[in-house]
């Protein structure tokens, strides 16, 4: 789960880690008033999604009209599909010099990695491919936690005039992404000014498997994808016309490339994982049809935890409402039951993935 | 063998395919659930009581994600020797913890989110599903679960049987490694040659190649999530293209180039396996 820009610099307040004044505002009469107690202030979009400040969404203003004027025009906007809903009115504040620093899971050495490069502002991957020399990785042991002399190590290649106030936000750091079970907590651009180090930017991811422990709002948008995950299951919207449901997302993303290998298009990813039962299955079915473009759906049910007459129950509750043909193809656990009770409605049953697969990218054909 | 979670409706519907498929099962544990029985099996409260009982060299873990970490600390404690974990959805930050603390024992850990490892006509520990394994010389490993069963699904109904197959599991910080597997693989007089099942995210496909080089057994690829979108995670938390590493096209690749086969689908897996065995 991504926080926005103004949720990271809550927690990063809870741990002083030093931020610049702000006010979080959805009209232009917040930003004015904001702008009001604040005088020189940049306006900065609140959205999911990196490049803002390319896009236009960041703006600066030194009185409370220009404020207006620039909160009227991000809220308005659209950044990479995302609408702006919420500004972010923040006092201006010169770097004197940009940092960068990040804590991330180095998955291969299967332990949190710290970087610092003393070039930040701009994309870390950019510096990653462009000068790797400049950013200094430091491995923590999870059981053992941060040593001083990796904080002042990493401190030491950021500017050694300010190590002790660097070492101190390294460690608060350290703190927010292991108190807050966080995939990525990153600071881009931590800004030397004239009155100290300050994290001009801020950016949390946290594991999604840890949301039952932590504490966060999950925002409401009706999405497909959040009615799936609410339902325990994994949904991610595509392109294409054929709408895909597998149990398990290995073989969901095996199903949907057998359908692009088929010529296909499909509309999404359909994970309703493993143990999934009658009321998921269809839910999914509600899900998966309701998206835009669908035109034919594939059923593809591996049984093992999932029971495959509990998958064909789900489909028949639905099969009325259904105006979209389907092709299904149940394997595994309680195979027998489930495909004779389909067959009884006249469905097509396929034997493999790529019969499926083949099957469905057929219909599409046919119509067209 | 201990089930860790026997009482749940996961562990017990499990235990007794397990039995079913000829794996000796000798108890089960559930804190504060000691002294009953799950499919006549004894219940103990700790992996320590049941160790007082009886003889046990291997673990398998049905425990809830929130306690699952808790469940492999417990049995690394214990020196169970291999221990299996089902559980989807352990948070990744119990799990850094769990590879440290099993780094300095003699455990070895499969999973977790995985199916567990297969030996048709011996014994199962795990969840792969009972009549798709067929005894033969084909080692299987891979990192998803219904897709194994898939491809071992396949390779049974075409007439070609399995030594063993496993499934390391889909997220992004796991116990055992395919490098681990085909090491197994290449001693085990029984398997012939390997497939090999990856998906995009993470490089462990990437990370046998050096190994599968060295193989004196031949190694069958096959490469999942060619129409992922990066950024997306596709189900599993480990299976997500993020900053441009993992593509199935990268990997696909990369195996390529090593000289390794790369099957395009299920059943061309079946025909390069048929054409060097």
Redesign the interface.
């Known amino acids: 789960m991504k926080l926005y820009e103004y949720e990271a610099k809550d927690v990063f307040s809870k741990y002083n880690i030093p931020i610049p004044q702000s006010s979080l505002v959805s009209d232009i009469y917040g930003a004015g008033e904001a702008a009001q107690k604040m005088r020189d202030v940049v306006i900065k979009a609140q959205v999911h999604t990196g490049g803002r400040g390319k896009a236009g969404g960041i703006a600066r203003a030194s009185s409370p009209l220009d404020a207006k004027n620039g909160a009227k025009r991000i809220l308005g906007m659209s950044i990479k599909g995302f609408p702006v809903k919420k500004v972010l009115i923040e006092e201006y504040r010169e770097p004197i010099k940009e940092m960068y620093l990040g804590i991330t899971i180095d998955r291969k050495a299967k332990c949190p990695v710290i970087m610092a490069s003393p070039e930040g502002g701009i994309d870390i991957e950019d510096i990653a491919r462009n000068s790797p020399e400049k950013i200094t990785m430091v491995h923590i042991h999870p059981l053992a936690g941060i040593h001083e002399y990796q904080a002042r190590m990493l401190a030491n290649s950021l500017d050694r005039n300010k190590i002790p106030d660097l070492i101190d936000i390294i460690k608060k750091l350290y703190r927010v992404f292991i108190e807050n079970d966080c995939q990525l907590v990153e600071i881009n651009p931590l800004a030397q000014t004239k009155d100290g180090i300050i994290a001009l930017d801020a950016k949390m991811v946290i594991d999604d498997n840890a949301l039952f422990r932590q504490d966060f709002p999950e925002e409401e948008n009706g999405s497909l994808e959040e009615i799936a995950r609410k339902n325990g299951m994994s949904y991610v919207g595509l392109d294409g016309d054929i709408g895909c449901i597998v149990n398990g997302a290995g073989l969901a993303m095996a199903t949907l490339d057998m359908v692009k290998h088929y010529g296909g298009a499909p509309a999404n990813f359909m994970d309703v994982r493993a143990g999934a039962n009658e009321e998921q299955v269809k839910k999914a079915l509600e899900i998966v049809s309701s998206g835009k473009n669908v035109k034919s759906i594939i059923i593809n049910i591996f049984g093992g935890l999932t029971k495959c007459d509990e998958a064909a129950r789900g489909i028949i509750d639905i099969l009325p409402d259904l105006k979209i043909p389907l092709v299904i193809r149940l394997s595994g656990t309680n195979e027998k039951e489930g495909r004779a009770m389909l067959k009884k409605y006249g469905i097509h049953l396929a034997a493999s993935t790529e019969e499926a697969a083949k099957g469905v990218v057929e219909i599409g054909n046919s119509n067209k | 063998m201990l089930v860790q979670g026997i009482t749940g409706h ?1 562990g017990s519907l499990q235990t007794k395919q397990m039995i079913d498929f000829g794996t000796n099962i000798v108890g089960g544990v559930t804190p504060g659930k000691g002294g009953s029985q799950v499919q006549k099996q004894p219940v103990y409260n700790s992996v320590k009581e049941a160790l007082e009982e009886t003889d046990v060299d291997a673990s398998v873990i049905f425990v809830p ?2 306690f699952a970490a808790d469940g492999i600390f417990e049995a690394i404690d214990n020196g169970i020797e291999l221990i299996v974990c089902i559980t ?6 119990d ?3 769990v ?3 099993l780094k300095t024992s003699s455990s070895r850990l499969l999973g977790p989110n995985c ?1 567990g490892i297969t030996t048709p006509g011996a014994s199962k520990i795990g ?3 009972n009549p ?1 394994h067929m005894p033969g010389n084909i080692g299987v490993v ?9 491809i071992v ?2 390779l049974s109904k075409n007439g070609i049987g399995q030594s063993t197959s496993v499934g390391i599991g ?1 997220d ?2 796991n116990g055992t490694s395919f490098v681990d597997v085909l090491e197994l693989f290449e001693e085990d007089p029984e398997t012939h040659a390997v497939v090999l ?1 990856g ?2 995210g ?2 462990a496909e990437e ?1 046998s190649i050096e190994f599968i080089k060295q193989m004196s057994k031949p190694v069958i690829s096959y490469i ?6 990066p950024g ?8 997500i293209i993020s ?2 590493v993992g593509t ?1 096209l990268e990997k696909i690749q990369a195996f390529e180039k090593a000289g390794i086969t790369v099957a ?4 061309e897996i079946v025909r390069h396996v048929k054409n060097i065995t």
Do not use: C, F, N
Not at chain 2, 88 to 93: F, Y
Not at chain 2, 142 to 150: A, F, I, P, V, W
Not at chain 2, 224 to 229: F, Q, R, T
């Open positions: 996961e994600p929130q989807e959805g352990i948070p990744v930050h799990m850094m913890r590879w440290a603390y199916p969840i792969m599903p798709i891979s990192r998803s679960g219904t897709l194994t069963y898939e699904d396949t889909g992004p910080v099942v998906e995009i993470g490089t990370d999942v999530g060619v129409s992922a979108p997306k995670t596709m189900g599993h938390a480990g299976a900053m441009g199935a395009k689908s299920p059943s």
